[in-house]
């Protein structure tokens, strides 16, 4: 396994990108689902649609979500191609999901958009839950919106943050749905996942070299989430309401 790491040109890209989702998932798009959850708590107008299509994808078959997301950025027919046209930023143009530079990050955008709606389903649900009294006394004492949400909100519902960071974490080694059906790990290995790495090897008949790639990474996995898991519980601390 070792020796095959060294010199196997895939392996090493599976576990980079694998390891690039923990900061995708947790400081991108945790804190977009927090605000998008912190706004929606506010009701703004036309609040009970916008919940509807944060939380549509999430109930949509993987398989229709990535070819609409495909088809948004094809390189024939896509929109994005076209309205970069139509601005004139043709030189902009490519092939997004066979470009090894833009592969990988477009599974990367196609994950926080079709993740947020759960995130923030989760998350406007535990701020739901707050007691009242605590935000009305701290609209009366005349803190901004942001304050609100940064010293009363978020540590009020952090045992709800920390789930969700800790799932997002765990997804670093399981994802593989998301890039085989849009890019099949390509170009030349650029978009594999560890997840998607192991099913080919399955799939390719070497059932031992999948079991031992499967068990080597699964043991860092549970390393990385424990400490995770202890940083986590160590910066918040438990709220009962």
Known sequence: FFDDYK??????????????FIPVTNFILLPLSILCAYVL??????????????????IISIVILTMVFSF???????????FLKLIGLESLQ??????????????????VWAGIGYNVLLLNGAISRIPTEIIEYGQLEGIGM?????????????????????????????????????TGGGPNGASYTIALYIIDQVNAGNLEYAAAV??????????????FKAILDRVGQTVEY
């Not at 010199?7 to 690039?20: E, I, Q, R, W, Y």
């Not at 609100?148 to 009020?156: F, K, S």
């Not at 068990?215 to 990385?224: E, K, N, R, T």
């Open 41 to 58: 708590f506010k009701k703004v107008p036309m609040h009970k649609v916008f919940r509807t299509v944060f939380f549509a994808p999430s």
């Open 72 to 82: 948004m950025f094809d390189s024939t027919f896509g929109v994005f191609n076209s």
């Open 94 to 111: 490519r092939v997004w999901f066979g470009d090894p530079a833009t592969a990988m990050p477009m599974v990367f955008l196609y994950c």
């Open 7 to 20: 010199t196997n040109p895939v392996l090493p890209k599976a576990l980079f990108n694998s390891l690039m």
């Open 146 to 182: 942001m304050n609100e949400m940064c010293r009363v909100v978020i540590p009020m519902i952090w045992p709800t943050i920390s789930t969700v960071f800790i799932m997002g974490s765990t997804s670093a080694f399981t994802i593989f749905l998301q890039p085989k059906l849009l």
């Open 214 to 227: 499967g068990i080597f990474f699964a043991v860092i996995g549970v390393l990385i989430i424990m400490a």
